[in-house]
């Protein structure tokens, strides 16, 4: 299973990013996914988590309201729209695939992509 994750970048607190995790060597639509994120000297964190059909997600509080996770299984590509960020959700952002989903929320797997650094400035 190869996840990459691209769409990381720098951007002003208040801006918006996209990111998209591409997933080969695997039957992508019947594995939940996950976004994660690690800052420097903190511990990986989950962002969002996605069923395998899409219909349930969950978020870190940190981030509702702001983030949107979706999945496009005919393209096996996963999303996390960013919008409103701040400073704090300076991270190297990961996927995850295959995963359980489960009680409302994600469990992350072996399968992760490389990361995708995203910084924001004040």
């Known amino acids: 299973v190869q996840l990459v994750e691209s769409g990381g970048g720098l951007v002003q607190a208040g801006g918006s990013l996209r990111l998209s995790c591409a997933v080969s060597?695997?039957?992508?639509?019947?594995?939940?996914m996950g976004w994660y994120r690690q800052a420097p000297g903190r511990q990986r964190e989950l962002v969002a988590g996605i069923s395998s059909v899409g219909g349930s997600t969950n978020y870190a509080d940190s981030v509702k309201g702001r983030f949107t996770i979706s999945r496009d299984n005919a393209k096996s590509t996963m999303y996390l729209q960013m919008n409103s960020l701040k400073p704090e959700d300076t991270a190297v952002y990961y996927c995850?695939?295959?995963?359980?989903?489960?009680?409302?929320?994600?469990?992350?797997?072996?399968?992760w992509g490389q990361g995708t650094q995203v910084t924001v400035s004040s």
């Open positions: 995850n695939q295959g995963g359980l989903y489960y009680g409302g929320t994600y469990y992350y797997s072996s399968n």
């Open positions: 060597g695997s039957t992508f639509s019947i594995n939940a």
